[in-house]
């Protein structure tokens, strides 16, 4: 009897692991990738706050707006990176924890990796639930455009978000229209390719001075807007800039430019050959479509679904996307030329790529401001 209740209780044990891999693999879709990177839990961390130095590696805007209590903010994308993350270890002699914006962020995994031989690995980690995760189980240890600690009834409700966020293909069908199209992908995201041809401006969401004019501009031309990210965490950030701005009519591109090329993918899956995929993209550069696209059908909403629903009185949301295979891809290849697009916005004042900001050191980005105000860092 003895040996049945304790084969019984193997069972159990080995089902509840089961189950939490797959929970795991669910909620972390990138831990898949990054298997050599140590990942701390948010109970973890909220237990050892002050053992740890906490990095930020968004953008400074995305970091004045929320903000885990006592973290720095060191942009990724910074080409000085490692330089800095290197000496701040020197400082501090604390293990590093790097945090992105969710889960399906691959920077804070990426910091780790670069880190690599630099700094000792037992004091490398990363906090992979992201600013999401944190605001949702931790708002009293958040920090909130400068506010400590946050309160809910500053942030924008999952509601409220989700009002303005279209799948792929109707924010593609919007494209033609009067909106002012806005990719806010960082230079690292977007290398180099462009997602609608001759309709889009690009202004990184880590270039905070430009996109803030680049706004105000939209603002004054009386356009609605339509933004998109790489996989959509940044645009949930991005609307309390446009709430504080003022710009009232927009749309975010559920998933970002991850979730429109699960979209492509999905079309091939689903039958369509190559080129009808092809003029479905060339359709975006101004071209007609070929008399054969009146039989392409809009991918189901599953292809860009979130996978993780998010109850509506949450504080911050995780967006889940099943992201393509590289195979899919690398055959997903621009086509070349593209029409320019009719009437855009002039925006010809606003550089468009310049170097990346330096928040820690800058004494005028939203990092530094929010120190003179007291913000916990």
């Not at 940044?234 to 979730?259: P, S």
Request: glycine share 6%; net charge neutral.
């Amino acid at each position: 009897m003895g040996q049945f209740f304790y084969r019984m209780w193997q069972i159990g044990v080995m089902l509840l692991a089961t189950v939490a891999a797959c929970e795991a693999a669910d909620n972390f879709p990138l831990r898949t990738d990054y298997k050599d990177v140590v990942v701390i839990s948010q109970q973890q961390l909220a237990r050892q706050l002050t053992d740890y130095t906490i990095v930020d590696v968004r953008s400074a805007l995305e970091y004045e707006i929320l903000h885990i209590q006592g973290a720095l903010n060191v942009e990724f994308d910074n080409w000085q990176f490692h330089h800095k993350i290197k000496s701040l270890y020197a400082q501090q002699r604390k293990p590093l924890v790097f945090y992105s914006g969710s889960s399906n962020c691959r920077d804070a995994y990426q910091a780790v990796l670069m880190m690599h031989n630099i700094v000792p690995d037992a004091a490398l980690f990363t906090y992979d639930g992201g600013i999401g995760e944190w605001t949702d189980t931790n708002l009293r240890r958040t920090v909130y455009r400068g506010q400590f600690p946050a309160n809910a009834r500053d942030l924008i409700k999952t509601d409220q978000y989700r009002e303005h966020l279209l799948p792929p293909m109707k924010f593609e069908n919007k494209i033609a229209s009067r909106y002012v199209v806005l990719d806010i992908r960082t230079h690292q995201e977007r290398e180099g390719v462009g997602l609608f041809f001759g309709h889009e401006q690009w202004v990184g969401i880590n270039k905070y001075d430009k996109l803030t004019k680049f706004l105000k501009k939209v603002k004054a031309s009386g356009k609605p807007l339509l933004v998109f990210d790489n996989n959509g965490d940044k645009t949930r950030l991005l609307q309390y800039e446009l709430q504080r701005l003022g710009i009232k009519e927009y749309f975010f591109m559920a998933g970002g430019a991850t979730a429109y090329y699960a979209m492509i993918a999905g079309m091939h899956d689903r039958g369509f050959d190559h080129g009808q995929v092809s003029r479905r993209m060339d359709a975006l550069a101004g071209r007609e479509l070929a008399a054969d696209s009146k039989h392409m059908v809009e991918a189901p909403a599953t292809a860009m679904s979130l996978k993780t629903p998010v109850g509506a009185d949450t504080a911050m949301t995780t967006d889940r996307v099943i992201a393509p295979d590289a195979g899919a891809m690398r055959e997903m290849t621009p086509p070349s030329g593209a029409l320019e697009a009719s009437a855009p916005l002039d925006v010809t004042s606003i550089p468009m790529n310049m170097g990346t900001s330096n928040p820690v050191n800058d004494t005028t980005s939203p990092s530094a401001q929010l120190a003179s105000h007291g913000a916990p860092r």
